[in-house]
């Protein structure tokens, strides 16, 4: 089985703890004058997103988590999970609701993801930074209004709720952050 | 870490190296008036200080016709220099670099700057002064307030333990309950458990006001320190902290060559205990001190660290011109 030693710490590696999955978030080498020295690290639980800190003696040896982050195409949900595809290969992975969590209101068919696997399993799925979407329902468009920087809720394809300006009407294509949930312009039918 | 730029550039800016410059030219002009010798030794050498604490880097090649082929590169130039004072240099000093595997973090790198001393007749105590009075002339413009106290007592005021006699169960339960995340998965000796206690708990308050120095150590933390018998035995040796940072190391030096085998041996089982390379004892060393090792005291003091604390910086490659990463 992989492992780590101490002296490989760093930044983003992925370990195994107490049967789960952690990435190092921080690495601290300790050493007194003459004796034992120690890496205290901050890490985070890769199901959880919890971050605790844990105390190795340096020199010991930790498992390696077998974690990876591909791109994959999301192609549609059938209420048992959401179904990814790998482009190369068109090899399909499903993810649980653990997974998706609060991403699956921003996951539209086609659009490409970043997945974290865990054992070749969907661990967690990240929507593109980016995404254009229909809005189904939003109040009627104040026609003219486009100065005064109100806005109004709006119902997206996905299901996600944005605020978008006030002249905005179903139906229309909009861009928005999947970061902030923030809504960036109108959108083309081609973009 | 300072933030990447190009990694062609100096990770340290022009006033640091004016420092170090500056730094080193200082303590030239405190050992030549004391009358202390520089002197240098080599890097390289056939044997090296089989401390399991420390990882001695190592080189291959043949660098004579006979010898052996394996180098190892110096962690200190301890050994070298004893020999120098056993053939009767008198007092010496040394500036070099030093190397240690597995050693990287936000205080420590690979490869750095040590200034060793050794005063044949002086006691720990009037090393210490002296280790204070540089560091003054070094540091003018801080006040550095001395403070000394004695390892046990540390222990004992700042975390209710005895050093030499709590269970190394009971040092676990203290880093437990100071909040140690994962203590309870370590399998420590009782040395193990006060270095753990003694890097988070203690060392981080040490020196704030000026410079402290711990001293007397347990014995089976002498490393190439005398042992005082008695009913307490202690290692007759200080550490320094400035600032949360260990910056040195002294002894009242070991100079029985018996004694020094006897622990070579005991460190030597230590690292094949524990799946370490196994090293070559410094016979030369040991001969040196069968001949005669004037009565002593050395400290070796780390002068990248000392940089840090006398610019305030925050990690120590904001004082090396190219950090390990991108030498």
């Given at each position: ?191 | ?298 400290v070796a003091l780390g002068l990248d660290r000392l940089l840090v604390c006398v610019l305030g910086a925050d990690h120590i490659d904001a004082v090396l011109a190219f950090p390990v990463e991108r030498a």
């Open positions: 089985m992989a492992s780590y030693k101490t002296n490989e710490f760093k930044g983003g590696l992925k370990i195994m703890l107490d049967g789960d999955p952690y990435t190092i978030v921080e690495n601290e080498f300790v050493k007194p004058g003459k004796g034992q020295a120690f890496n205290r690290v901050k890490v985070r639980n890769l199901k959880t997103g919890r971050v605790v800190e844990r105390t190795f003696r340096s020199g010991d040896s930790v498992e390696a988590a077998d974690v990876m982050e591909t791109d994959l195409q999301y192609l549609y949900n059938d209420g048992d999970g959401w179904h990814f595809m790998d482009t190369d290969s068109f090899e399909q992975l499903t993810a649980d609701p653990a997974a998706v969590g609060d991403s699956a209101k921003w996951l539209k068919e086609q659009d490409m993801c970043r997945v974290t696997l865990y054992n070749g399993a969907p661990l967690s799925v990240e929507p593109p930074n980016f995404v254009v979407l229909t809005v189904t329902q939003t109040d009627p468009g104040i026609r003219g209004d486009t100065a005064t920087g109100g806005t109004k809720p709006a119902t997206l394809e996905t299901g996600a709720v944005v605020n978008v300006p006030l002249f905005l009407e179903e139906g229309e294509l909009i861009r928005v952050d999947t970061r902030t949930g923030q809504y960036l312009s109108r959108a083309k039918d081609d973009s | 870490m300072p933030e990447v730029t190009d990694p062609w550039r100096p990770c340290a800016d022009l006033p640091a190296l004016r420092a170090r410059a500056r730094l080193l030219a200082e303590l030239r002009a405190f050992f030549a008036e004391r009358g202390v010798l520089e002197v240098e030794t080599p890097i390289l050498s056939a044997a090296a200080n089989p401390d399991p604490a420390i990882e001695p880097l190592h080189l291959d090649a043949a660098l004579t016709g006979d010898g052996p082929r394996r180098r190892y590169l110096q962690t200190s130039p301890e050994f070298p220099m004893k020999r120098l004072l056993a053939a009767g240099s008198g007092p010496i000093y040394q500036v070099c670099k030093v190397f240690r595997l597995d050693e990287r973090g936000r205080r420590h790198h690979p490869e750095f700057t040590m200034l060793e001393w050794y005063r044949p007749g002086f006691s720990l105590d009037e090393l210490m002064d002296e280790v204070a009075l540089l560091l003054r002339r070094l540091a003018p413009t801080d006040p550095l307030p001395v403070a000394r106290i004695r390892y046990r007592d540390l222990f004992y005021d700042g975390l209710g333990v005895d050093p030499w006699r709590t269970s190394p169960a009971a040092l676990r339960a203290v880093a437990e309950a100071r909040g140690i995340a994962g203590a309870g998965e370590l399998d420590l000796d009782r040395d193990g458990w006060l270095d753990l206690l003694l890097c988070c708990c203690l060392e981080p308050e040490l020196g704030c006001a000026g410079l402290t120095f711990v001293y007397d150590y347990p014995p089976s933390q002498a490393a190439l320190a005398r042992v005082m018998p008695g009913e307490r035995p202690v290692a007759r040796r200080f550490e320094l902290y400035w600032r949360g940072l260990e910056l040195a190391n002294g002894f009242d030096e070991l100079a029985d060559a018996a004694e020094q085998r006897r622990r070579f041996r005991q460190d030597l089982a230590v690292r094949a205990a524990r799946g370490q390379d196994a090293l070559p004892a410094d016979e030369h060393l040991l001969a040196a001190l069968a001949y005669g090792l004037p009565a002593c005291a050395g």
